[in-house]
């Protein structure tokens, strides 16, 4: 096994696998509210970057959803952290944010698609990881569409698996 680079000593806390614990919730004015499954994955290979995949599914019938990956740098020296993320449905997006204990807050600051990508289009996203004193790990997930503000989309909680 690879050591991980120092520069990401501060989030060595996500590194792993992790599944939810129980399922998570979706919600938006526009939509009818869902429950979901969720496996996360953080892994490096020594380099400054930490690379992410995430896997979600319908919590009745095990159907595969929405899936992202990525990769997760931090400005070296600083608190400040970057995810560079491309989900299933067509989005890209750069979310920057700062580290705070073992809590990360990010908010979007690229977002972009594919020309034939669902409307309404996603125009802002912010989210919070955060590790609990139980060990639980929370991701909170807002957006903001052409026709509504940012208003939360996702919460769920996630045991370590590996
Ligand atoms: C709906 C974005 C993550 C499940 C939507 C909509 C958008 C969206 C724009 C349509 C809202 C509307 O019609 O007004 C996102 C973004 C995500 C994300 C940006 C990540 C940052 C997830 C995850 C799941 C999920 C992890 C878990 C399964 C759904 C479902 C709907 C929905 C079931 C409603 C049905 C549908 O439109 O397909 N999402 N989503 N989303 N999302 Fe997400």
Known sequence: TVELNPALLPLDWLLGTWESDEPGEGCFPTIK????????????VGQPVINFMFSAFNAETKKPL????????MQPGTNRVAFIIAQNSGLVEIEEGE????????????VARISFAREPHVQQI?????????????????????????MQHLHITYRRSS
């Open 66 to 73: 929405h899936r992202e990956s990525g990769f997760i740098r």
């Open 126 to 150: 912010s989210r919070v990881f955060q590790l609990r004193p139980d060990g639980k790990l929370e991701q909170t997930v807002s957006m903001a569409t052409d026709n509504q503000p940012l």
């Open 99 to 110: 580290l705070t204990g073992q809590q990360l807050n990010l908010q979007s600051q690229a």
């Open 33 to 44: 509210p869902f429950h979901y499954t969720e496996t996360l994955n953080f892994s490096h």
